[in-house]
């Protein structure tokens, strides 16, 4: 299954690119991709996070953090957690 880690890196890339940028403008690109992106996050899913929710899944692939809101100063993917 060598094409398997491929389409998760390319699934990777491919929201990294819609997602970057920050503007009103590239939220709406990002909404008009919607079929793109879904593909996306189904192709994430498919390779190993099925354990995470799918806003897990996204950040992890974009590389932004999520935050435990409970204790939104202490990120929910950080080591630095208090009884960790």
């Given at each position: 299954m060598p094409g398997k880690p491929q389409m998760h890196l390319r699934s990777a890339v491919l929201l990294r690119v819609l997602m970057?940028?920050?503007?009103?403008?590239?939220?709406?690109?990002?909404?008009r991709r919607a079929a793109l992106t879904r593909q996306c996050i189904d192709?994430?899913?498919?390779?190993?996070?099925?354990?995470?929710?799918?806003?897990?899944?996204?950040?992890?692939?974009?590389?932004?953090?999520?935050?435990?809101?409970f204790d939104p100063i202490v990120s929910a993917n950080s080591d630095d957690k208090p009884g960790r």
């Open positions: 970057s940028g920050g503007t009103a403008r590239s939220v709406a690109e990002f909404a192709g994430l899913l498919k390779r190993g996070t099925c354990r995470r929710t799918t806003a897990d899944a996204v950040a992890s692939a974009v590389g932004v953090r999520t935050l435990d809101l």
